[in-house]
């Protein structure tokens, strides 16, 4: 049972799903923010429109800068406008800032302390057929061990607004992770928002899920399917056609049929087997949307109870979230914690949800590693 | 505007030899740090505060000051020697704590460290980008105070200083001033033999920019040069001051091997204060 007092999307596992991409949470807030605050400036590096910066240059097309392909110069641009007094916000994709622009993160905006939000953009293995250089798979881990840095992942479009004005509200440096996919909504705008907090989206003592980002929802319909949810079931196996069995196209489950040929291994029987072989389970899961700072309280209670965590992550296992929550259990309440995410290999081109697949980062494969766990 | 006078430039001159003084006793205590370029650019950072920069001690948050950016943080030295000469911190912190554990005289400048610090700056590149986003926002909201910033001449190697300039061109910075300290030395020898750079003015103008060449050490051209980039308009400004590495000091002219070490105390100190003090053996007096 999710966590009523998140006030959380309704529509979850039903055929009414919503599916929005992170990037436009932020975009839209964004502008928003420009109006509320007219020291908020953008700048971008030749992305405008896939950052969706779009928007604030149409609001506000005399403090929106471009800055042509230049990341250093991006991030020290900011920092500049930021020491003048702006409040500026610089967006690229997160493999090239942070990535090209690490030296001037670190030295011009952390270590000047200077109140620079910046963007990285599609985050994560899921970008697709771009391939290995477009997709950041180390930016939580590059970002977090910045001293006086304030790492955000939001887990959908809603989560993505309400970090983007946190931001925007906060003095000092943010980095703000955002993805490229449509991914499903799972908060509201009524769900709360608090950097440093991190949000029990189901409460549960067999197991603790810890989440960033989109795959929040793979770990939440995890949980749900062994709880019992047939709702929550359905979905999920709607993703995957019995491939011996003609089975008619369904546009009613946000992750198409279409998506769903481009899983390799997953069909409905193997995925029922797996679950009666787990058995029922009464799983924690906990949503950061706040890696640094971290709510180590709300991560030791909950290990307390259960004794055994997994994190996961459309990042390195290396470095972002589990190393986050490593660290911190580590010294309030050891735990084994079993990793998933990229599993310590770049990315490669493919469709989105193909390329989770592969690389075990989907429901069917979380069900996979408890049950060998 | 009406060229400084005679006088000014002398009291300009008398006031840089002390600072230089300062700085080499600065060096000596703190046992770390760079010369040649501290040394070769005292003329300029006299010049700016004691002449073109609107500024006051008294008021270092002024939000009309002018700005000053250090982008080559590592001649930080001259920067904390005139600093304190002009009033922004007591002159014993400066001679007696320069990179000590609790200084406000960080090696390489700290934007907390004192006003008028706007910056940090250390790795090469960092402050023109800065200084340029700075400019940017100020010409935004229409600010009349202008943005100066240093840079050394090696640090032109740094791609990222490229796309500051062109951004600056692009955006007709008309409130920033670049002073290059074209002192043709870096660490690994001199600046035409590791990474020729010439023509910069070539390079410059082809950024968009307006070029002067000067004379780093004379007061006047300073003085001269500075005034033209304020009233020049369409284009943002770069002065190449052409400096002498070490000047004052024999032993460290034109010397590139003096780029990252302070000199010693004891004989290289002495030497050093007595070609200062000594205008290089022009000047006599019983002391010496």
Redesign the interface.
Known sequence: MLNKKLKLNTKLFTAKEEYIPTRNGFGEALAEAGKKDERVVALCADLTESTRMHHFREAFPDRFIEVGVAEQNLVGLAAGMAEYGKIPFCASYATFSPGRSWDQIRVSVAYGENNVKIVGAHAGISVGPDGATHQALEDISLMRVLPNMTVLAPCDAHQARAATLAAAKMNGPVYLRLTREKTPVMTTAKTSFKIGKAQVMREGNDLTMVASGPLLYEALLAAEILAGNKKALQTLLARYPDISKNVKKSKQHGHSMERAKETIQWTPSKIEKLVKQIGTRNIEVINIHSIKPLDHATLKKSAKKTGLAMTIEEHQIHGGLRAAVAESLSLHHPTKIIPIGMPDSFGESGKPMELLEKYGMTTPWILNTLAHA | MKSISDAKVQSLESKAQLIRQDLINMLVEAGSGHSAGPLGMADVFTALYFHILNHDPKKPNDPKRDRL?LSNGHIAPIWYTTLAHAGYLPRKEMLTTLRKLGTRLQGHP???GLPPI??????L??G???????????Q?DGAKFETYCLMGDGELNE??VW??F??AGNNRLHNLTVIIDRNNIQIDGDTENIMPLDSLRDKFEAFKFHVIDIDGHNMRDISDACNQARAIYEKPVCILAHTIPGKGVGYMEFDYTWHGKPPKPGREQDIALCDLRTLGGALCSEHE
Request: charged share 15%; no cysteine.
């Open positions: 950016f700290h934007k907390k706007e910056n940090p700056a250390g790795p590149g960092q023109i980008s800065q200084a340029v986003g700075y400019a940017l926002a100020a935004m791609g990222q796309e500051a062109m951004f």
